[in-house]
């Protein structure tokens, strides 16, 4: 069984896509591997290719306030990227450069089996949500298969759109009240998944209909 070390190690080395010529380093995502909660953003910038880590320039230090904002603390979240390495000047991830990038992520996302994945920005939203609009759906939560997933604005949007930081405020602080509504309902525990699955489909399917948690 592949660990996350050995994803983390096959990204370092990965040369899959032309991302990999200019990256310094490639950022493969970081959190404990038990994290119940993952957050998708979109690809590495300026500071995130110095120091291989995930999400520690300016839209960092804002999705640490908005983590606060949800009662969670960056270390006990996973946090990686639609794309490992960053995509010269920031520019939009490539549908190639995606593509050929899916699988790490795939496999992270079947390791550490989230309970909750949100989505930051449009691209980590597109692989849930296919395409649809951020301004229609972003902090709504829909269920997919044993999943919840709620889409984001990305933090760096709100640097240069004002508007948009009330916005991500309000949609952290209702992510912070879907935890606690999915935690009192005993669906996050630190039992293996196999043992409580069926509870949370039966739980869901009698009474909490995912209509009732999402604005879908
Ligand atoms: N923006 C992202 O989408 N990801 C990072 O890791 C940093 C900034
Ligand atoms: Fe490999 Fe992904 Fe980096 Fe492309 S972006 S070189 S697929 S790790």
Redesign the pocket.
């Known amino acids: 069984m592949k660990d996350l070390s050995e994803i983390a190690l096959q990204v370092s080395n990965c040369s899959i896509c032309s991302l990999h010529k200019s990256r310094i380093k490639s ?1 493969p ?1 970081e959190g404990p591997s038990t994290a119940r909660i993952m957050f998708i ?5 300026f ?2 290719n110095q120091q291989g ?5 300016q ?2 230090k804002f ?1 640490e306030e908005l983590l606060a904002r949800a009662g969670l603390k960056r270390e006990e979240v996973f ?4 794309v490992k390495c960053r995509p010269p000047g ?1 520019r939009d991830p490539q549908p190639d450069e995606l593509e050929a990038c899916a699988d790490y992520l795939n496999r992270q996302i079947e390791l550490i089996n989230p309970k909750i994945i949100v989505t ?2 449009r ?2 939203m597109a692989k849930f949500f296919g395409q649809v609009k951020i301004s229609q759906i972003h902090g709504g939560m829909k269920k997919i298969d044993e999943r919840y997933v709620v889409a984001m604005y ?3 949007a709100a640097l240069h759109q004002p508007a948009l930081k009330n916005t991500l405020l309000e949609d952290f602080s209702k992510l912070q009240g879907f935890i606690k509504k999915i935690n009192s309902e005993n669906l996050i525990k630190e039992t293996p998944m196999n043992n409580y699955k069926s509870t949370v489909n039966d739980k869901l399917d009698d009474e909490e209909k995912p209509t009732q948690l999402s604005l879908f």
Do not use: C, K, M, Y
């Not at 946090?79 to 639609?82: E, K, L």
């Open positions: 950022v995502g953003g979109e690809g590495p910038g500071h995130e880590r995930p999400f520690v320039g839209a960092g999705l946090i990686t990227n639609v920031n930051l920005g691209f980590s990305h933090p760096a």
